[in-house]
């Protein structure tokens, strides 16, 4: 990740900015606030605002359910409690603010999730910036051929070579006839004097998947927690897991005691199906159950001693 | 409005915690920050949180038009155009969150604005509190006889007073009512030793539709804005404009800048449609047009005539 | 519940009206279309509309997968897979409306649920109609002792004999203050030809929470899910229950292959976390671990040997 | 457009499968019902489902308002009262489903419109169609000078060839490239039976973005004028704009009166700021009134007198 000298003196000056103030705040995401964590090759995640702090969760649940939640008498407890039962609208009441630096194609997985504010870049306006995103040999997979949204073995060289090749060329050749098109360099110098460029909203359609985008990107707690449960998950494409992570160490460094929670309760939990929860049943009891007797598919009954560890059962 | 010991030693203790923080900040409003701002007779409004000011939205444009917004060179001209032209992403960079005290059949309009998070004081978990609201007597206005949700002249004495009897009477037998079949008193103390209560989910079911709740209400500004175009509205139930007129104030100390151009584009102006532009143009040339040859209707022409003041042009 | 002439008139009118159309359909939900389904003593619930059937999940589910949904060579294999890995959006193709008559405070607790359209009826514009919830002598329970929102015992028969007495005299007294202040009966009579009345919008304001409201709500088929998971279970408070149970029997005749699924999946199934996750396998192999053990608190490991039905190791 | 015989079997079948429902149905509508409409030079949108029609607005509303709409007796004038106040709910009552085929670029405006529900195809589990959009000679615009996010001039022959050569050959080749790293041809035709191909979800990176891809998108009616009245206007980009424009002749086959009313009070309308206002009384008044004294910038000025056709005010 490069920045532009314009962009690290923007974030110098963000860092250096202070006030005081009476809203709770956050003191181990201040430490990195503003600043531009490398994501992929030219892509960052900066936290650029945020509202509330663990005890926010509290505060709500504790409007909520009045003198009813005397009993559990520390935070944590409460917020464990909240996590367990899928109470979720303390969650809502924390919020963050991301500017993110992300390739197009991993832009149009994102914005799937709806519940949150976007600005993007918008290149009917402006000109997109000279990058694009080229994967790492080790991140050269094959297509699955169990999975059909999986990856397989890693290519072997050669065919690595090649791919990365074809990649960059492609990604090259087609920005420079976007700038061709346009009649302007991505610098803003006008390519022919006598000649006017083709609209930025049309010229923008010849570029690649893989240019990078940026966005404002602005979400409550509970839906960051939703995006995250589904794309730091080890079925997401690797690219986008890239950023979840790097959000997931952000998470901790904003509310610590939900991070906890949400690592124990969503990322390390399972989901047990009615049909499972009889088999589990019967495991500990020791009896004797195959997949057979199970009116279980091959499939989900993979999932499941999967998802206990039971490597021994699965077939 | 009557704060118990512990919500006056609370708003204190928030008022006087201070921190450093590198977030942009919005001055006007940490002076009023916690402050338990009263409404009615029972109810308030306290901002609570917030995120983002006015150079928050500027910021977020700036991303999304790029080099493209150089041209607009004052923050407040930009967010002129962007309220003018309804680009309505910039304005949900900000959030607020609200402590709220309301009656009920408030909080029942209220909730009608779905795009926001709420977490409300629980009946079935806890008691609520001996308050309900009563208006005052130059409130007590009659059905309309033209408007089927509109109010109409103020009842004469006798019978406001009767009104009010009505209310206060029955809101304090119900309430009586509530703690005896709750067996206990709204202060904790048990009625009968002997007995058990009803569950608190069901005893509540007795209560009057203006006993007073409270929720802690969060928002984004976009949303906080369509709420108050419609709430501060004339034509909004005069209790819920009560609220709406106070979060106004909140608005212009939060966002002096956006304040001023709501103002001016949404509460202040008005729509006209494509019949009533071509009548409006027809009395811009001087051209005598009579409701019969405009094709609107009665109620429609008024409508339009009033928009414009135009006092004389009236049937 | 009692329909008036007119409502039981529109029914019919409703149900004889047949076109043909080429839209998909689903033939037992017809078979109930606009029907009355009775609940609690005044209200109910009538399916007025729908679109889409279980084939439309399908549908929209390979479209998004394409050629890769080949394998998956069955539409009930297909729609089980979806459910299991929470793939949410084809299960947004499909909708549903309802009409439904309910007291007020559990249509307070059903508007939590945003992401529905409704339209309430208004009184603000017209008068309530006069019907109040009267729980029968069996739901009367006690305010439970261990669960803050939950109910005990069922009361004694004095104790619970004086609680509707109660119930039913305040309600009535409200009403009939409520016609007092409004100067006009329910069915419109005007009480005192020389009054006017208080505005309805104010005088709505002595009912009690148990007075019946009546609303339109549509939604998509996940949303009714989610709605369903809550609302169908156990926590969930009797009166809202209620209303869920039914609309799970309109589920089935609706999409049946889903109705199955999420039996299976959702509401007959469990989340086990992290540590749970551990317990269970430790379980599984025969080894000896108590709660001391295992990092779960007494609630917490009781809720897991419940999921399990482990009877013998609560504690 | 030209449809895979594959499609237009499907078409053929749903076109000719006929049931009978006691739904409210909409004629016009059902004639064109799954027809593939087409667009821009391989794009198609189609009406694939469809609940409620004007009637549904009008009930619902009767619903909220109850006696209270007694007085509006024509449905017609009822659903303009609602356009005109802006009672949104009873717009939601209706909903609608397309399925669509657009370029990428054209697909990442629209999802922007948040409150709907999309099954995009997915090219993680399957391969894209060799199908990309290029311009017709005479949309072949340049940039705008004064606006800078619209277009120009046309542009001149050879220039306008040039680009349409480089769009042609970029998307050519690189789409070429993306066979060749998936070793699969787009039928299915497998390059070299030596080789595995690259993962799927990574390939599709290096396609342009006027790459064809398809979706289901469903949407309520008062979402759907939300989107049209951005999208069918003259500051839309003009390729989702001849897609806004054949779903607004699906809009007035379905609710022809609601079509009525959009046209007259959203897209025919403008809206007035509180300063306008002022301005246009003064002119209706015969007052002479310049920019410069009407506190309007030049822009601002421009806009309200395009807005009321006065040509003669522009400077």
């Known amino acids: 990740m490069k920045l532009t000298k314009e962009q690290a003196q923007e974030i110098k000056d963000q860092q250096s900015q202070a006030s005081t103030t009476k809203r709770v705040n956050s003191p181990e995401l201040e430490e990195i606030l503003y600043e531009a964590l490398p994501i992929l090759d030219h892509g960052f995640i900066r936290v650029v605002d945020y509202m509330g702090n663990d005890t926010s969760i509290v505060q709500a649940a504790r409007v909520s359910y ?3 939640t005397k009993k559990v008498n520390t935070d944590s407890g409460l917020i464990k409690y909240l996590m367990r039962h899928w109470h979720s609208t303390p969650f809502e009441m924390c919020e963050i603010k991301y500017h993110i630096k992300l390739p197009i194609f991993i832009a149009r997985q994102w914005i799937r999730h709806r519940t949150a504010n976007v600005n993007e870049y918008s290149a009917r306006y402006s000109i997109l910036d000279k990058e694009f995103y080229l994967p790492k040999t080790e991140n050269l997979a094959a297509q699955s051929q169990s999975n059909r949204q999986g990856r397989g073995d890693i290519l072997e060289g050669d065919q690595a070579k090649k791919v990365l090749d074809l990649l960059k060329g492609d990604a090259e050749r087609t920005y420079s006839n976007y ?15 006598n000649k006017i460029g083709l609209a930025r909203e049309l010229a923008r359609m010849n570029l690649t998947l893989n240019t990078y985008t940026q966005w404002y990107w602005k979400t409550d707690l509970l839906n960051l927690m939703n995006f995250l449960r589904l794309r730091a998950d080890h079925h997401a494409q690797y690219e986008i897991r890239a950023y979840a ?15 906890e929670a949400f690592m124990d309760y969503r990322v390390g939990g399972t989901e047990v199906s009615a049909k499972g929860k009889s088999i589990i049943q019967k495991l500990i009891k020791g009896d004797d159950i195959s997949m057979e007797d199970s009116g279980l598919s091959k499939r989900e009954w993979n999932e499941l001693m999967e998802a206990f560890d039971l490597k021994s059962k699965l077939i």
Not at 185 to 190: K, L, N, P
């Open 179 to 193: 700038e061709e098109m346009l009649n302007e360099r991505y610098d803003g110098t006008i390519i022919d004097e």
């Open 245 to 259: 992570d790097v959000m997931l160490d952000t998470l901790k460094k904003w509310v610590p005691t939900t991070y």
């Open 66 to 68: 009045g003198k009813g």
